[in-house]
């Protein structure tokens, strides 16, 4: 007698399925394990905000943020700006210092309306983004930090503001000879001009006949012989108890404790991680009178005269630009070593007339413990 020992067709279909599914299984453990190692587990926790148990969000030393002279970003492990949501960012709707029949600038925008092309607005994040490589290849990357509007920035929107015009450095004095050594070898692509007690950096002038052109090129837009977009470099001295800008700016001289502004941490501005005050929105609180207002002083680095001027309420423009609210990481945040520092959050958001928000980020960085918590519009303590 022959027996048949074959298992039932209806079994074999069965193992089969098992065998996928382990197949299965087994392709996306080592999918997570792969991400989660391209990924260090607290970048998780403060990029994405996906925090588990917050064990690895409460063992972050805010001193993975502190600048140091020969490290960029790109050296240290901090979150990938990359790799989270940002806002449709909008752009005039043609490169400003355009010029007229005559060869004067074409009229700018309305206040509040964006102040430089797609190509423009490129071009001054690139003019940053060299100049920070070149700070740090030489081990100057502590010697200078955002200011003025483009920290505002940082801190009101987390990228420049969508109606400024220029970027804003302030670097210490006494690297002026060696970054003008530094500045100068990039030439002809990329141009130094020292104006008395500031300097501009910019890119090179665009050639007449492609003046229509949205291009990343800088552009005779003044009577002054630098070009636009450029960075706007001002210089300060630390005398041991305070760093002062050495040039006036809209008639007064500026100075602030030297615990406020060292040392100095990294923020975010765009994409990228730049140098910022250690007290970022204290040293702001001093340099501007901050209000629930925003506002446009009516001086144009465009043409380096009067230009569009106002003031609205920020949250008014909340719908159509993005803002940044700022509360206690977790709930309860970690303080640093000398518990000058906790960490903070900070949302990037969309509010509309609706009163609905649309929150298209968060981050979790070190901030001073008394400004962690502030209004979104005034920079006031909450």
Not at 148 to 154: A, H, I, K, P, Q
Not at 255 to 280: C, E, H, M, N
Request: overall charge positive; aromatic content about 12%.
């Amino acid at each position: 007698m022959i027996t048949n020992t074959s298992r039932p067709r209806g079994s074999v279909k069965l193992l089969s399925a098992l065998f996928k599914l382990l197949a299965v299984f087994a392709f996306l453990g080592a999918l997570i394990f792969a991400v989660r190692k391209a990924k260090p587990p607290y970048e998780w926790d403060l990029l994405l905000n996906t925090r588990g148990n917050n064990n690895s969000l409460f063992n972050i030393s805010t001193d993975m943020f502190v600048v140091r002279p020969n490290l960029p970003p790109s050296a240290l492990q901090l979150p990938d700006l990359k790799a989270i949501v940002w806002p449709i960012e909008e752009f005039s709707k043609q490169p400003l210092g355009m010029k007229d029949s005559k060869g004067g600038v074409l009229p700018l925008p309305e206040a509040f309306e964006p102040m430089t092309s797609w190509a423009q607005r490129r071009l001054l994040r690139n003019l940053l983004e060299v100049f920070s490589s070149q700070m740090f290849s030489n081990g100057l990357g502590d010697r200078f930090m955002l200011y003025g509007g483009t920290l505002l920035g940082s801190i009101r929107h987390h990228d420049i503001i969508p109606w400024d015009d220029d970027i804003d450095l302030l670097v210490d004095l006494d690297i002026r000879a060696r970054m003008h050594v530094i500045l100068k070898r990039l030439e002809p692509h990329y141009i130094l001009y020292s104006a008395g007690s500031r300097d501009k950096f910019f890119a090179m002038f665009i050639n007449d006949s492609m003046d229509a052109e949205d291009v990343e090129y800088s552009r005779r837009t003044s009577k002054y012989g630098w070009g636009w977009p450029f960075l706007d470099l001002g210089f300060y001295k630390n005398n041991g108890t305070h760093v002062y800008e050495i040039a006036r700016s809209y008639g007064r001289y500026y100075s602030w404790p030297i615990d406020v502004v060292f040392p100095l941490y990294f923020r975010p501005f765009g994409k990228f991680w730049y140098p910022a005050p250690r007290d970022s929105v204290g040293f702001t609180r001093m340099t501007y009178r901050l209000s629930p207002l925003c506002t446009m002083n009516g001086y144009s680095h465009i043409l380096e005269a009067k230009g569009p001027s106002g003031s609205i309420a920020c949250r008014e423009l909340n719908s159509r630009y993005a803002f940044v609210s700022h509360k206690l990481c977790g709930g309860t945040g970690r303080y640093s070593d000398d518990n000058r520092m906790i960490m903070g959050e900070e949302t990037l958001f969309l509010s509309s007339k609706s009163a609905s928000t649309v929150k298209l980020h968060q981050i979790c960085l070190p901030v001073d413990r008394q400004n962690a918590i502030v209004d979104t519009y005034s920079m006031e303590q909450a």
